[in-house]
């Protein structure tokens, strides 16, 4: 998640499944001439936003504010209320039908007694077993195909309702459709070497910010080929590009070459600040291809910036960072970007970033 201002309009176009059906049958997503007759793939990336902002906690001056930090980060996890948020996302995965689907922010809240030094254990919001219990129900089924669990933070709070140990962890994760095109013959994950540490300003001690990346080598057909997920750091770009760079070096460097990579990459070639377009920049010239430069070139495609609130205007996101990326013999035949068609019962949507969806060919 990458800490935006939400003032500004979206101005890319936005389609449904069924208009983006039809404008690749007329042409317009530019489908390259040699795709058809070759096996497709359709992969998706979705930030399910952890449910708050951690940066009060971080930047609290004083213990008693850092309590109180806390308490009202798990409220807003609460206000935002993921258990109806789960059947937005489901419904969004069972429409598009993705053979892949690469989920980023994954939590799992657990509470336990306060001050306690044992580590919290009641769950209150396992953000994965809420989708997959959508998904089962809406009788289009999807396999975890790997999760890496990534970030675990604990902290007291004190405030409102609250007097309790609050611990969050982080979890990129893989699905795969059951019974579907693709079949996986593996998996790997792994959390980057490169990572951010704040040092919190009411105690003095510090947190690590572990990120990392899923994979799965899968067979469509006769054709194998690799898909990664990732979430790279949001607020340190050096940090980023150092990530980008292991992704490079290890999950992306498959035999004989032919991988996708999708995440929130919290890096793109437009956006303001220049050191936040240096991971992207790092990627291209590592040889990934962006599937909405070559299907796109003229349209911003933003897909995050909607506010932790989840209540911001339909159009207010200003970014794009949600990504699909390939390399080796595959070619974009069309993308959709999707996610704030509807709310919730009490008006949010599903995420603070749009999905993205990418259907390529292989060779």
Known sequence: MLPTPTTSRWRAARVTLAAAIALVSLGIFGAPVHAEGQSKVTVMTRNLYLGGDLTPSIGAPTTGAFLAANAALFSHVGLVNFPARAKLLAREITENKPDLVGLQEVALWRTGTFGDPAPATEIRYDYLALLMGELSRSGHAYDVAVVQAEADLEAPAAGGPHFLDVRLTMRDVILVRHGGRVKVTDSSSGTFANNLTFTLAATGGTVTSTRGWTAVDVVHGQRPFRFVNTHLEAFHPGVRVLQARELLAGPLATAPGDVILAGDLNT?????????????????????????????????????????????????????????????????????????????????WASDHLGYLAVLALQ
Do not use: C, K
Not at 287 to 293: L, N, Y
């Open 268 to 348: 793109g070639p437009d956006l303001p600040v220049a050191e936040n377009r240096l991971a992207y920049a790092a990627l291209v010239a590592g040889g990934m291809r962006d599937t909405w430069e070559i299907l796109h070139p003229d349209e911003p495609g933003y897909t995050a910036g909607l506010g932790d609130d989840l209540n911001q205007p339909a159009d207010a996101v200003e970014h794009r960072i949600d990504m699909v990326l390939f390399r080796g013999a595959v070619v974009p035949v069309s993308s959709l970007i999707f996610g704030n068609e509807r709310q919730t019962p009490d008006g949010r």
